[in-house]
């Protein structure tokens, strides 16, 4: 059987020239039926500015929709929109096929909740008095709140987890306290729509989780929830589809795994990443890598092949890439901490089971691959049984670069093996720190 190099998904790193947006992708997620809100060729401007350029989505019921994108992107003004608040200068917004103008004041609190970014001004109320006030537009207009009113006040306080401050002057909570506050008073509201705006700013890991876990929750029981998230792997963990907003358009619109790529995220933010799933949740999460100029692309192509495993290659994979260099890499056993960088930097590699050794067409693909290199380096790799022969398909030429920072016997678990290989290699092979390792290769292909 033929053995083939894994090469999975596309560096971010080696992307050039202009980065062109994905197309939009309509996707609804796990939700289904007919819109519970809808914007068609919504224009905003104010004071002679355009803020939404002619957005049109969808969001329906019993899905959980997050707005992300760059700060100016029109995120809180799409939500502001949305809710009834910002008078939109053209385009239809409907909640379940009615066009938002058509409704009452009071008919509109009942259908959406809207939870701002900041929490307006409380004066004196308690945290039990702000949460009830979500019920004035299930009461009478001259109506006194009754039982089921004050039962459903406390049952979002306890879903919110702020039951400890019913008696509390709200004013005198943390900010990330008081927007769990006006949370628990939106959820009193029974709208089957709920708007947030940056839900999360002010919480601490604990409960940024907690909201966002409630949000799915609340999506799971048949609500429409609709958040603006500055925060994008919590985005890509918990929504169900993303709307990704720059300059006042849609850049893209589907599930994460198709809005947050490399190429959208640089569009939109400007910044270069790699994306990946998250070994433990599976969610899809990201590295922000760093700006193109903060390293001179003194590499300009070179091919450097790494002899690695076990963790020691990832940074030098990263590092070389970001210098201009064109990285590959020996045989990496499945679970290997450097295959799965390889993987997510786009690199070739030869793949192996975990645990099985490497096979002769394993050896010799990985031969092939290292032969058209301009440079090896061996990194600060524990060599055993099962990956000694990557050791023993190193050159004994000056092309051969060692990564030293302490003694090679400290990483030699084949009972010497390994160690009469490397000082076979080391007369030839020139020796570097992991930070000499660039301008080395850089030398060497000076004239």
Sequence with gaps: ????????????????????????????????????????????????????????????????????????????????????????????????????????????????????????????????????????????????????????????????????????????????????????????QEAPILILDEPTANLDVQHQLHVLELATGLAREGMTVIAAIHDLPLAARFCHRLVLLHRGRILADGPPEMVLTPANIEASFGVRSVTYPDPLTGALTLSLLDPATAAEPIGKGMRVHLICGGGSGARLMYELQRAGFAVTACVLGSGDTDRRAADILGIRYVPSPAFGGISDEAHKAHQELMAGAAAVVICETPFGANNLRNLEAAPRDSKLIVVEAGSFERRDFTGGAATRIYEALSPAARCATFAEVPGALARSMAP
């Design 1 to 188: 059987m033929a053995v083939r190099f894994r090469r999975e998904g596309v560096s971010a790193i080696q992307q050039t020239g202009a980065v062109k947006p994905c197309p939009v992708v309509r996707q609804a997620g796990g939700a289904s039926g007919e819109a519970a809100l809808a914007v068609e060729s919504l224009v905003y401007e104010v004071d002679g500015a355009r803020l939404l350029h002619g957005v049109s989505l969808e969001a329906r019921r019993g899905e959980l929709l997050g707005l992300v994108g760059p700060n100016g992107a029109g995120k809180s003004t799409l939500l502001r929109a949305m809710s009834g608040l910002a008078r939109r200068t053209s385009g239809e917004i409907s909640i379940a096929g009615q066009a938002i103008e058509s409704l009452a004041p009071a008919r509109m609190a009942r259908a959406v909740a809207y939870v701002a970014q900041g929490a307006p001004s409380t004066f004196g109320f308690t945290g039990l008095e702000v949460v009830m006030m979500g019920r004035y537009a299930r009461m009478g207009r001259f109506a006194a709140e009754g039982e089921r009113d004050r039962r459903k006040a406390q049952e979002a306080m306890a879903r919110t987890g702020t039951e400890q401050f019913a008696n509390r002057i709200v004013a005198t909570l943390s900010g990330g306290e008081r927007q769990r506050v006006f949370l628990a008073r939106a959820l009193a």
